[in-house]
């Protein structure tokens, strides 16, 4: 089991910056790829960045937000960031920090095994 508590999301103006917190504990967590994925209001969640598994060198984004936020991971720490930067107002939604073995299951959303319960992220125009 794995355990995911996010950090850090609040409200800021638009072009501002925020930086996202997910604290892991449970089994090892340098053995899975940690991703981020955001749900807006009325839309589907989305997938948003992953940084994978041990190395935390490799990461991959959505197209949207390539550019502006990055992911990256402190495996001493147990903890995955995500650092948002020239904030827009479609940015706005709940943000969600998932665990999974596969990045294609990352990637897909569907199948991941842990999820936090999310932070909400409001960008105002």
């Known amino acids: 089991q794995v355990q995911l508590v996010e950090s850090g999301g609040g409200l800021v103006q638009a072009g501002g910056s925020l930086r996202l917190s997910c604290a892991a504990s449970?089994?090892?967590?340098?053995?899975?790829?940690m991703g981020w994925f955001r749900q807006a209001p009325g839309k589907e969640r989305e997938f948003v960045a992953a940084a994978i598994s041990w190395s935390g060198m490799n990461t991959v984004y959505a197209d949207s937000v390539k550019g502006r936020f990055t992911v990256s991971r402190d495996n001493a720490k147990n903890t995955v960031y995500l650092q948002m930067n020239s904030l827009k107002p479609e940015d706005t939604a709940v943000y969600y920090c998932?665990?999974?073995?596969?990045?294609?299951?990352?990637?897909?959303?569907?199948?991941?095994?842990?999820w936090g319960k999310g932070t909400l992220v409001t960008v105002s125009s």
């Open positions: 998932a665990a999974a073995s596969s990045i294609s299951t990352m990637r897909a959303g569907d199948g991941v095994p842990y």
């Open positions: 449970g089994r090892t967590f340098d053995f899975y790829n």
